[in-house]
Nanobody
C-alpha cells in the first residue's frame, strides 16, 4: 500500500507563491517517479511536473516552466512543488501521484494518488 497526502494549498493573489507538499508512506519501489497533476472544474486532469525519485531528474509542463519547481526529500519521503508567479489559470485541485519506474506525463500511468489540495489564484 502507498499513501500520499498533499498539503499547502490555499488562496493567493496573482503573482503570489505557494508551496505544496506531498508526504508519502507505505510501500516504495527501487525505481520510482512522482508527479504533480492538476484538475480545474470541467477540465481533464493535466500534468504539471514530475521527478525521478533516485536521480532527481525533473520535467515540467510548458505552462509552468520557469515558475514552478519540483523537488523531493528522499529521507522524509516527501515531494514539494514551489509555485511562484501564480496566475488565475493555475487555479485547480493539485494532486500528487507515484508510479514504479520512470516518470510519465500521463495520469493513467500513475497507480497511486493523494486526495488533492485546492489552489485558488485570485485576479
Amino acid at each position: 500500500q502507498v499513501q500520499l497526502v498533499e498539503s499547502g494549498g490555499g488562496l493567493v493573489q496573482t503573482g503570489g507563491s505557494l508551496r505544496l507538499s506531498c508526504a508519502g508512506s507505505g510501500r516504495t519501489f527501487s525505481r520510482q517517479a512522482m508527479g504533480w497533476f492538476r484538475q480545474a472544474p470541467g477540465k481533464a486532469r493535466e500534468f504539471v511536473a514530475a521527478i525521478s525519485w533516485s536521480v532527481g531528474n525533473t520535467y515540467y509542463a510548458d505552462s509552468v516552466k520557469g515558475r514552478f519547481t519540483i523537488s523531493r526529500d528522499n529521507a522524509n519521503n516527501t515531494m514539494y512543488l514551489q509555485m511562484n508567479s501564480l496566475k488565475p489559470e493555475d487555479t485547480a485541485v493539485y494532486y500528487c501521484a507515484r508510479r514504479p519506474g520512470g516518470w510519465s506525463t500521463s495520469p493513467e500511468m500513475y497507480p497511486y494518488w493523494g486526495q488533492g489540495t485546492q489552489v485558488t489564484v485570485s485576479s
